[in-house]
């Protein structure tokens, strides 16, 4: 997903966006103001829309910042293919669980093997909030516990090559 | 709980000041009189002296406790984006960046808002559209920094807003603690 693009792209990208959201409706409010009834022939229709996509890119792009930095957030410098294809494999897995992004954290520093004090102390929150989540994760997995949870995605690796000859640095994550 | 001082009262004295002095130009003065022209002039004099306890202020009040960090900031968000709750005992990056905004922006205010009084620029269109559109860009940001500070205190546990009055921040112990 998105390969290349980095974090801070996105929020410029974003701030930029922002303003000229913040600008059109601002014009069209006024425009409402000024026109009443009259703001609703197919001129307005067109400004309405430019006004929206904005915002709808927005929304989108805050949400591939968010992925890219939750994937950043396990990721360390000079990072092996193998490892980065593990961890895109884990983020398409937390997907299709339907993990919340805390979720998604603790799961992986689960799966790194941390136990839950130690992701309680990364993490910055209590202990119990951590037991929390293993829960709702290991639910939502359907899934006994982290033996069974780090078994599914062995089984993901071992069913396909890891490094493919197209150079991408994803397996197929679905 | 830790409970940590962080606001001296001058910053707090600053902080709510310009609250009360904006709003009421924004909101309730008539542009036309000698007051709104007065309370622009105070806030003025206000961003400069913050300006100056920025340089030889308290510990988390100096410019050098907040500079503005793009790096930092990403972090911030990465924060948000793993739902790690890392408290920042100053101001955080992205509310570092916001008082940069305020302060430049109340800046092109005040001084937008003094040339309309000058014989040179009275009546030029520009400078009365410059002064609007900050005013705007001002109402915006603190609409923004309202939500981020409710959500940031939701988000970490510390009541930010209780900290600018009383200038004390009560920390979860477990959290993760930065400068």
């Not at chain 2, 009084?117 to 030029?124: R, V």
Request: proline share 4%; with cysteine; charged share 15%.
């Amino acid at each position: 997903m998105a390969p290349g693009i980095r974090p801070v792209v996105l929020v410029i990208l974003i701030a930029v966006q922002a303003v000229c959201a913040a600008f059109f409706v601002w014009d069209d409010v006024s425009d409402y103001l000024t026109m009443g009834a009259n703001a609703f022939d197919l001129h307005q229709a067109v400004e309405y829309l430019v006004t929206l996509s904005p915002i709808l890119a927005i929304v989108i792009e805050a949400r591939l910042l968010a992925y890219l930095l939750r994937r950043e957030a396990h990721m360390e410098r000079g990072l092996s293919i193998a490892a980065g294809a593990l961890n895109d494999l884990m983020l398409g897995h937390f997907a299709a669980w339907g993990l919340t992004p805390s979720e998604q954290d603790v799961a992986t520093f689960l799966i790194k093997g941390c136990d839950i004090a130690e992701i309680a102390r990364l993490r910055g929150s209590a202990e119990g909030t951590v037991k929390a989540h293993l829960n709702a994760i290991y639910r939502k997995a359907d899934v006994s516990g982290r033996a069974a949870l780090v078994s599914i995605l062995i089984e993901d690796l071992m069913s396909q090559p890891l490094i493919q000859r197209t150079g991408t640095d994803a397996p197929n994550g679905k | 709980m830790l409970h940590k001082k962080v606001w001296d009262p001058l910053v707090r004295v600053f902080h709510w000041s310009l609250v009360i002095l904006f709003a009421s130009n924004a909101l309730i003065t008539n542009p036309e009189k000698a007051t709104h022209r007065y309370i622009g002039y105070t806030v003025v004099g206000l961003v400069l002296f913050r300006i100056l306890w920025g340089l030889i202020g308290t510990r988390h009040a100096r410019f050098s406790n907040f500079p503005p960090n793009p790096a930092a900031a990403v972090g911030q968000l990465a924060d948000m984006a793993t739902g790690r709750k890392r408290v920042h005992l100053g101001h955080t990056p992205l509310g570092a960046l916001m008082i940069y905004n305020l302060i430049l922006t109340m800046l092109v205010i005040g001084t937008s808002g003094y040339m309309m009084t000058t014989l040179a620029f009275f009546g030029i269109e520009w400078v009365e559209e410059l002064h609007e559109a900050a005013v705007t860009w001002a109402e915006i940001s603190i609409v923004l920094h309202i939500a981020a500070v409710i959500w940031e205190s939701l988000r970490t546990g510390v009541n930010l807003p209780r900290a600018m009055v009383t200038g004390y921040k009560d920390i979860p112990a477990e959290s993760l603690i930065s400068e």
